[in-house]
T-cell receptor
Framework: EPEVTQTPSHQVTQMGQEVILRCVPISNHLYFYWYRQILGQKVEFLVSFYNNEISEKSEIFDDQFSVERPDGSNFTLKIRSTKLEDSAMYFC??????????????FGDGTRLSIL | RKEVEQDPGPFNVPEGATVAFNCTYS??????FFWYRQDCRKEPKLLMS???SGNEDGRFTAQLNRASQYISLLIRDSKLSDSATYLCVVRIRGFQKLVFGTGTRLLVSP
């Protein structure tokens, strides 16, 4: 079964440093997403991406965050100047199409980001 | 009021038991509904979509009550491998983002 893959599985970074989290969505999927889950809390939406632009973003996704699809397969999340509160599990997801009828999103196994 | 509300549990049940989880959502514009399961420190995995007429997938049955803004998941003949956190998830009309509940933890014991 095709799956979303994410690298690295764990990233440890000093506060103030930049990090890039990488994702390879399922190959025929057109919509890409980033979510995060702080330990012990619910999964929260960050951003969605379609046709090489952001289609929706949450209040969490402020100026320190950016997303990019640098080539035909990768989808990246960059955090410019990390803060302690950015420590979380970051999940990439993708969906085939958005018909308005609720295509499910399929999640990668996540990158655990630890900010020291 | 939380957008998606679930009893956090844990629900402790013996193998073979039937267990039901409930979920309520606050936004009447919610259009798509899902149950995901999440194992400890793992990614959410789609268990099933929830349709207006209710739907079944093996031992799992999902129901939707739009009038009461209520979703349920029934698990029959529980297995040890069903131990996980079950996430109620909705998508609001006009939005792509999924809105997650905090999840209900299920522990199935021998």
């Amino acid at each position: 079964e095709p799956e979303v893959t994410q690298t690295p599985s764990h990233q440890v970074t000093q506060m103030g440093q930049e990090v890039i989290l990488r994702c390879v969505p399922i190959s025929n999927h057109l919509y890409f997403y980033w979510y995060r889950q702080i330990l012990g809390q619910k999964v929260e939406f960050l951003v969605s991406f379609y046709n090489n632009e952001i289609s929706e973003k949450s209040e969490i996704f402020d100026d320190q965050f950016s997303v990019e699809r640098p080539d035909g397969s990768n989808f990246t999340l960059k955090i410019r100047s990390t803060k302690l509160e950015d420590s979380a599990m970051y999940f990439c997801a993708s969906s085939e199409v958005w018909t308005g009828k609720g295509q499910p999103q399929h999640f990668g196994d996540g990158t655990r980001l630890s900010i020291l | 009021r939380k957008e998606v509300e679930q009893d956090p549990g844990p629900f402790n049940v013996p193998e073979g038991a039937t267990v039901a989880f409930n979920c309520t959502y606050s936004n009447s514009a919610s259009q798509s509904f899902f149950w995901y399961r999440q194992d400890c420190r793992k990614e959410p995995k789609l268990l099933m979509s929830v349709y207006s007429s209710g739907n079944e997938d093996g031992r799992f049955t999902a129901q939707l009550n739009r009038a009461s803004q209520y979703i349920s998941l029934l698990i029959r003949d529980s297995k040890l491998s069903d131990s996980a956190t079950y996430l109620c998830v909705v998508r609001i009309r006009g939005f792509q983002k999924l809105v997650f509940g905090t999840g209900t933890r299920l522990l199935v014991s021998p």
